[in-house]
């Protein structure tokens, strides 16, 4: 029996945390640029013929359709990652040409995580927490690179990790590089 493997993927975790609302205007703004390009343009006088008119809504109806996703994402995001969920959806909309959805992924904050020791919220990027001081992220005590928890010796520069006691020490062997 053929054991079958699933692949969870980033983009489709990213792209699950959309409101299922959001879907629902997105659909409902692609079937109405189609409307539009179909029945309410094709009867001008210097319409394009109706397969040009109906590839063009297709083009505008995914591209609304598109922004209106993105939209929803960055409100949802804004909100996981500690910024303010309305000024980046208020920054998103109202900065034209799709700048203003360019300015929130350039800046946005790196996600939150829980200590482990306290279960305070820290910023992703902290190496200690600031409310007990533990440490979030094990780093070679010789030369500071971060390294997974599990690790006996340090992939940068070979130092001995797991001393005697099980905390991490440097290798007096080692030599910095």
């Excluded at 205007?25 to 006088?45: C, D, N, P, Y």
């Excluded at 397969?51 to 209106?68: D, R």
Aim: proline fraction near 7%.
């Amino acid at each position: 029996m053929q054991v079958k493997s699933e692949k969870h993927t980033q983009l489709a975790a990213e792209l699950r945390f959309i409101p299922r609302w959001v879907y629902g205007l997105a659909a409902l703004a692609f079937v109405s640029v189609q409307i539009l390009f179909v029945t309410i343009l094709a009867h001008q006088k210097d319409a394009p013929p109706l397969p040009v008119l109906g590839l063009l809504g297709l083009l505008a109806g995914g591209i609304v359709a598109c922004y209106l996703l993105l939209i929803g994402y960055i409100n949802r995001d804004a909100g996981r990652r500690g910024m303010s969920r309305l000024l980046w959806t208020v920054i998103a909309v109202l900065i034209p040409n799709g700048f203003g959805i360019i300015l929130y992924f350039v800046l946005r904050q790196a996600l939150l995580s829980r200590c482990s020791n306290c279960d305070a919220v820290v910023q992703g990027g902290f190496n200690y927490c600031p409310k007990c001081n533990h440490r979030l992220h094990p780093s070679c005590p010789h030369c500071q690179h971060s390294v997974q928890g599990n690790d006996l010796y340090c992939p940068y520069c070979g130092g001995t990790l797991a001393g005697t006691d099980g905390q991490l020490s440097p290798s007096p062997t080692a030599t910095p590089q």
